[in-house]
């Protein structure tokens, strides 16, 4: 079967005057336009295309890769807006639509939005959705404490950054918690710092508790090494300071510097901290 929305490894069945037909070794049949045709091929060669809809509607395949696919998430610009919804460029000749029903704020041409694409049941159509909350379900979580995951920035909050784990559930990455600039559409690695009763899940971008203290340590002698052995830091420095020169809270800060200075790698200073 032929999946829109995603990339098909297809065979070639027989060279035409508008392109390419691929097959899937069953019924289905797919033109590779002559844009996309490789200079070198032979009937029964598979390739690996993705396959979307044209301007007519008709499944149409393409060697072009997309910013986004079915059941992801991406973050967008939106080329126009029409008397029928936004299009997106989505990195594919013809634009990704988004209804006016699928969009959490009104879309403005030239604007960066971050979406869902899905596959439409009624119009069996691949659209937009910036209403992505409702893609994500913490009913059922595949996820626990202390676990690594993958974050997409969704969007912010009195409390902090909403984010996306693992493209499955929402979470959130408290404004404490935030050490260094994020922005809606980033990627990021991130733990999962506390799963509460209501399976809402508490997000951290480093490491917790001692599973903190190498990995911070190992930044902080990075940071040494770079600049010359000494950094104007120490564990009476003013929180803002080290948030921005180190990215970390004063907490993980006096962790680490304590595991370094214990193994003497490190020697502390009024004015800083110093390798040894």
């Not at 984010?163 to 929402?170: E, R």
């Not at 020169?245 to 193994?263: D, H, I, N, T, W």
């Amino acid at each position: 079967m032929i999946h829109l929305g995603e990339y098909n490894t297809l065979e070639i069945l027989r060279d035409t005057e508008p392109g390419l037909f691929l097959g899937d070794g069953n019924e289905g049949e797919v033109l590779l336009p002559n844009r996309y045709v490789p200079k070198v091929f032979e009937i029964g060669d598979k390739i690996e295309v993705f396959v979307y809809l044209d301007n007519e509607e008709r499944p149409v395949a393409t060697t072009d890769h997309p910013y986004i696919k079915n059941g992801d998430f991406a973050l967008l610009r939106c080329n126009q807006v029409t008397e029928y919804g936004a299009f997106l460029d989505w990195g594919l000749v013809k634009e990704l639509f988004c209804p006016f029903k699928e969009q959490a704020f009104k879309m403005k041409a030239g604007g960066w939005y971050l979406v869902h694409c899905y596959l439409d049941e009624e119009t069996e159509r691949l659209v937009a959705s910036s209403k992505t909350n409702r893609f994500l379900d913490n009913k059922e979580l595949t996820v626990g404490q202390f676990d690594e995951v993958d974050l997409i920035v969704s969007h912010p909050s009195e409390l902090g950054m909403n984010v996306i784990v693992n493209k499955t559930h929402l979470g959130l990455v408290f404004n404490d918690d935030i050490y260094k600039d994020i922005s809606v559409g980033d990627r990021l690695k991130g733990i999962v710092k506390k799963v509460r009763p209501d399976n809402k899940l508490d997000i951290s971008l480093n490491q917790i508790g001692y599973r903190n203290i190498e990995p911070n340590a190992d930044f902080i002698l990075n940071e040494l090494h770079d600049n010359g052995g000494f950094l104007p830091v120490h564990d009476k420095s003013d929180p803002e300071l080290i948030k921005e020169r180190l990215q970390m809270s004063k907490k993980s800060f006096k962790k680490a510097v304590g595991s370094l200075y214990k193994e003497r790698q490190i020697e502390i200073k009024s004015d800083g901290i110093y390798l040894r």
